[in-house]
């Protein structure tokens, strides 16, 4: 899957390698983390006005307060020498309180979450043809972790930020791959469905239900020997991390590929396969629960964590009871989702 070039003149790149251009040139001149962090968070929060004390506040938390207020100019300035001076473009809205991202061009991240505009028939059609290559082109535009790479353990409240959009948007990234293979699969589209079930199993690695997939593909592709080493891979894999065997259901369908028991769909007489109406696209209900856990009156970092194991371990039990998938971030933060990875 290749994304599709971007037919504005100014692109910005926030999945995966942070990149900026210009008529397919670079821009060049981010020198620094935090220009990028600022730029980035503005980007995705675009909608709504900033006031300069809560930026700096996010990015300078340590800083004095003027020494903050200059930290925020100078970043500011530095990205108009980099973006608006070579471009043209006005892409900051600032007044001596606030500051606002005007979005123009190609920026991946928005693009990425919008939902397709040019469907003909209703906005949760995505299965018409327009649906479909809209999806495939916001697909591909997530070429991995949203500012991958970047760190900032000094801005604990941009971290926490970065650690929800990191997780949203690649829980959106394996939604948009499930559909795209799912749908395609039961349109007996099998070289379709194939690379967005790779990139799933790439993204998700532990989901079983995709390595499941993954290999019915490969088989009814005439991939059989593929689909028994995706098995021996992912096996070996089980073994090694977590000391246990793939499932029941897992195993069955490796010995039916073995017997040769899966092949490619018969082609039909008389001309190509006619694929009858995918069933109606599913809808998930997704709980997102975020939680910082914190040590009062305690100064030592090494202390604080060690002291945060305890209710740690006893959050994500609770967690885990009620169904949930525990993420757990730097410091005492963790995420919850209810409804992903399985539907409940």
Partial sequence: MNAASPTQPFALNLLGSFAASWH???????????????????CLEHHREHS?????????????SETWRGNLRRTLSDLRRVLETPTGLELFDASKNSLRFLPDGHIDVLR???????????????????????????????RGDFLAGLDLPDCPDFEDWLLLQRE?????????????????????????????ARRLVELDP??????????????RNGQ????????????NQLWKELGVH????????????????????????GGPAVAGPAPPAELRQVTVLYCEISVAGCAD???????????????????????????????????GYFGYPHAR
């Fill in 224 to 235: 059989s020997a593929a689909a028994l080493s995706q098995y021996e891979s992912f096996r």
């Fill in 112 to 142: 990425f979450r919008r939902e397709p505009q040019r469907c003909a028939s209703h906005p949760a059609c995505q299965q018409c043809p327009s649906c479909i290559a809209e999806l495939e082109e916001a697909a591909a535009l997530y």
């Fill in 168 to 196: 949203s948007l690649r829980c959106h990234a394996l939604a948009l791959l499930e559909h795209l293979s799912n749908l395609f699969e039961q349109r007996d589209e099998l070289q379709r469905a194939l690379p967005h």
């Fill in 301 to 335: 970092p090494e202390e604080a964590l060690a002291l945060l194991g305890a209710p740690q371990a006893q959050c994500m039990q609770v967690i885990r009871a009620h169904g949930g998938h525990v993420v757990q971030g730097h410091g005492g933060g963790m995420l």
């Fill in 52 to 64: 300069r004390e809560t930026l700096a506040a996010l990015l300078w938390e340590s800083s004095p």
């Fill in 246 to 269: 793939p499932s029941k259901d897992c195993q069955a369908l490796q010995q039916h590929i073995r017997d040769g028991k899966l092949q490619p769909p018969a082609p039909v007489p």
């Fill in 24 to 42: 397919e040139q670079p821009l060049e001149g981010f020198n620094y983390d935090k220009m990028r962090a600022l730029l980035a968070y503005l």
């Fill in 206 to 219: 532990w989901q079983e239900s995709g390595q499941l997939r993954l290999m019915r593909l490969l088989a």
